[in-house]
């Protein structure tokens, strides 16, 4: 099966490289999400240094925290608001659902962050069966695994 490849500048982000152009950092962050989602989204660092003004209400980060291995993400205001409250004082309390994107990297996911999920009964909490499943940090929340074209086209050649 083949493994999406995480775009040009991601590797030069991981090797450690110097600090990447703003450009290079808004491609990555936008790698993240679906284009109609990623195009219109607010483009911003970790530290809320904002790289482009969105039109929508989408955040998409090159990488999250200080981990810049994490990879890109887009998301809604409530994850949003969580990763932010969770960097500046380790409070990862939400209110309402939210939902994020990690399109990017060689495990496409969408995440679902649930107010009150922290009873685990009838979800799945193994990560290596390759279905939705319950991760439990920082806070409760599903990851839902992405079949990418590529990968699609990779399953159909197999049978």
């Known amino acids: 099966m083949k493994k999406m490849l995480i775009p040009l500048a991601a590797g030069a ?6 600090a990447l152009a703003d450009e290079d950092m808004i491609a990555l962050a936008m790698s993240a999400g679906p284009e109609a989602i990623a195009s219109e989204a607010t483009i911003m660092l970790p530290d ?3 790289l482009r003004e969105g039109s ?3 955040t998409c980060f090159p990488y999250i925290g200080e981990n810049v291995n994490s990879g890109p ?7 949003t608001a969580a ?12 209110d309402e659902t939210g939902v994020s994107y990690m399109l990017a990297g060689d495990y496409p996911h969408i995440m679902v962050i649930i107010p009150g999920a922290g009873s685990y009964q009838g979800f799945n909490t193994d990560p290596g069966d390759g279905k939705t499943w319950m991760m439990n940090l920082p806070a409760p929340h599903l990851m ?9 086209e ?3 050649a197999e049978e």
């Open 56 to 58: 929508d209400y989408w």
């Open 13 to 18: 982000l991981f090797a450690g490289s110097a």
């Open 73 to 79: 993400v887009c998301a809604d205001p409530i994850w």
């Open 144 to 152: 839902i695994p992405i079949v990418m074209d590529s990968e699609e």
């Open 48 to 50: 809320g240094t904002v």
């Open 83 to 94: 990763m932010r409250s969770e960097l500046v004082d380790g409070n990862y309390a939400v």
């Open 154 to 156: 990779d399953l159909e």
